[in-house]
């Protein structure tokens, strides 16, 4: 079995995976991590779940591990594109429980809070940004941030931010990007418009995909077809005959769920 110390990231980084508990590499990072590291560009197409986020920080933390450079103002070594806030936070997480070992700075930027306190948060500069799209165009038109001396672009679940309707400002913003730049993309699906924006931000990218055909082989899967109204009805149809000590049932909204957890209740 392959382990992490056969991918030879730098020490403070194995050390801050081995403490995050991770023994082996997941499937798309055995895949990922080594032509990454090599500094070519990536082409991912992968689920949340499948590890991803470790697939494109460790070895980005890896270059900055071996690399450190002083802060720039108002610039960012690597920016992390993601669709949503809470996908930008997590992201940020991920990249400071890795990068715990080493000194680094990371900050997160969405929309809908106040932006002075994020115009505070890049001045002096920052290792790792992660935005969302919209936010930090505010903030590049503010002159809070620059691109110009990234060295590293990451768009995570690229397919959803093309359906959040953010298609334009990345293209706005990948020109801003040195062109010399590495650059990653994941995505869990690749509909033509995106396979459009791949081919013209990613230079010679390793392809690397999930054989994503067959279920775990801990897990049952199966398939109701119901009409909106008979959803809830069936749902504790399921829960009555299955035996379980605790449940997870993911909905498309946050409205849903909370709808769904008091109809549950
Ligand atoms: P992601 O697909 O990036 O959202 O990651 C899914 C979950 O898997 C996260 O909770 C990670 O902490 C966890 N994870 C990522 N890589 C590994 C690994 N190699 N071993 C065990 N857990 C992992």
Redesign the pocket.
Known sequence: MTTFSSLNLAEPIAKAVAA?G?????PI?LQAIPPALEGRDILGIAQ???????AFALPILDRIARNPKPLRPKSARVLVLAPTRELAAQIAASFSAYGRNIRLSVATVFGGVPINRQIRDLARGVDVLVATPGRLIDLIDRKAVMLNAAEIAVLDEADQMLDLGFVHALRQLMPLLPRDRQTLLFSATMPRELRHLADEVLHRPAVVELAHDRPPETIAHAVHAVQEGDKFALLEALLAEADFRSAIVFTRTKHRAKRLAQQLE
């Open positions: 995050e991770y023994e082996t590499p997941t990072q949340t779940g499948t590890g991803k986020t470790a």
